[in-house]
């Protein structure tokens, strides 16, 4: 895996502007797939991070595109989230149920897998009315 970090500079010269939307980058390239860890901020100056999974396909007449996946994932859901990602990849690599520490949120909830295939209405069943508002 190859990995790259650093602040983000435009090319244009707008520097500062560019500051305010992506303050930090840190890259990390894995086989086909490249993932990008973006420290970005809000007009309130609040930060957050964004994770990108780009993956390179080939398209329609031979033509090369590539394939997005996006996640936003604010300061307040940090805790839960690494707790989260931590008791998964704890499961992958032992067979064991992550134990989170003693002062970790006791509020996650864990919902088993079947086998069972969901339907697409089922998996993008998503209510995004609730974004923006504060």
């Known amino acids: 895996m190859e990995e790259e970090s650093g602040i983000k500079e435009d090319l244009n010269g707008s520097e500062e502007k560019n500051q305010k939307e992506e303050i930090f980058t840190k890259v990390v390239r894995a086989g086909k797939r490249t993932y990008f860890f973006d ?7 609040d930060y957050y991070l964004t994770i990108t999974e780009s993956k390179k396909r080939l398209g329609k007449e031979g033509k090369i595109f590539y394939e997005k996946h996006k996640i936003f994932l604010y300061k ?22 992550y134990v989170a520490s003693p002062g970790a949120s006791s509020d996650i909830k864990t919902e088993s897998v079947s086998n069972e295939s969901l339907t697409a209405e ?13």
């Open 39 to 45: 420290v970005k901020a809000t007009r309130k100056e």
């Open 76 to 97: 307040e859901d940090f805790e839960k989230f690494t707790d989260g990602l931590k008791e998964a990849v704890s499961y992958i690599d032992n067979g064991k149920k």
């Open 122 to 134: 089922e998996f993008t069943n998503i209510d995004f009315d609730d974004l923006g508002k504060k």
